[in-house]
């Protein structure tokens, strides 16, 4: 089985073109907002367009919600595709998605500025920003019983063979999913760094962590994720590297988790060993 992603950021039109790129290099399944696609049907999953918030709908999106990533695990070792393609923001994203599903490496990554204008582009965030319409790559009547936010309506897709012959590739569907209305949602980096402190802290082998440091990766106007940092004075005892390879993870996981936002990298700098003074004999 071989995987490739299509990659670009959010509102661009990537599900709008997944089946062109999926025909074009001959995929037969499709990985997109938390659904195993393939022939038309929904397979496995459920749609983070039917989250009914947008931290939810991350989430569904990446895989992190509990039992979500066995489902659709195990639709593809029964459905057995040839070739998937895998659809996110960020090759980062893709690459998670990749590693959570238990897929092979990635071979390609198709970007969306490599085969959509910047005019369309544009034409494809103003219907996400203005009107909250999101596009899913299957047919209307497949969705009535996985979505439950409101459909709007069928979309053909279409692919010019000649001037003279086009041929269908599938269809496609409009949705608004419910989160939409609710406008722009901002994580404020208090939040991140409460969440970040409460996680080391709950180590015993730490005694004190400062200086937590939240760093945005954009790209534009699109938050691509976080790196962060802090300091730490651990009790003497531990073995740090252990301690902090377990530390980094379940910072990781605890950020992606509540936020929906990725984490790219955590830096843990060890500042000091607290050691317990002991009592002198009587």
Do not use: W
Request: aromatic share 4%; glycine share 6%.
């Amino acid at each position: 089985m071989d995987v490739i992603a299509l990659v670009g950021p959010s509102g661009t039109g990537k599900s709008h073109r997944a089946l062109q790129v999926a025909k074009e290099h001959k995929a037969d399944a499709i990985i997109d907002d938390g659904i195993l696609i393939q022939h038309g049907k929904i397979i496995a999953g459920a749609s983070a367009k039917t989250e009914k918030s947008k931290i939810m709908a991350v989430r569904r999106a990446i895989f992190v919600l509990p039992g979500h990533a066995e489902e659709v695990r195990k639709a593809i070792e029964d459905v057995k595709p040839h070739r998937i393609l895998v659809i996110g923001t960020s090759e980062n994203m893709v690459h998670k998605i990749a590693k959570t599903l238990k897929l092979p490496s990635i071979q390609l990554i198709v970007h969306i500025e490599d085969i959509a204008t910047r005019s369309e582009m544009a034409e494809a965030q103003f219907h996400r920003l203005k009107e909250g319409k999101h596009i899913i790559p299957v047919p209307t009547i497949e969705l009535k019983p996985h979505f439950s936010g409101y459909l709007i309506d069928p979309l053909q897709s279409l692919f010019k063979q000649s001037r003279v012959k086009r041929r269908k590739l599938g269809e496609k569907s409009i949705v608004r999913p419910i989160f939409s209305y609710y406008g722009k949602l901002i994580i404020d980096d208090r939040v991140i760094r409460s969440i970040v402190e409460k996680t080391i802290k709950a180590k015993e082998a730490v005694k004190n962590i400062k200086n937590v440091n939240i760093k945005h990766i954009l790209q534009g106007d699109e938050d691509r994720g976080l790196s962060i940092s802090c300091e730490v004075i651990l009790n003497y005892g531990s073995h740090i590297p252990t301690l902090i390879s377990q530390t980094q993870s379940k910072v990781r996981e605890r950020v992606e988790f509540t936020t929906g936002l990725v984490v790219h990298s955590i830096n843990i700098v060890v500042r000091a060993l607290y050691v317990e003074p002991q009592l002198a004999a009587i």
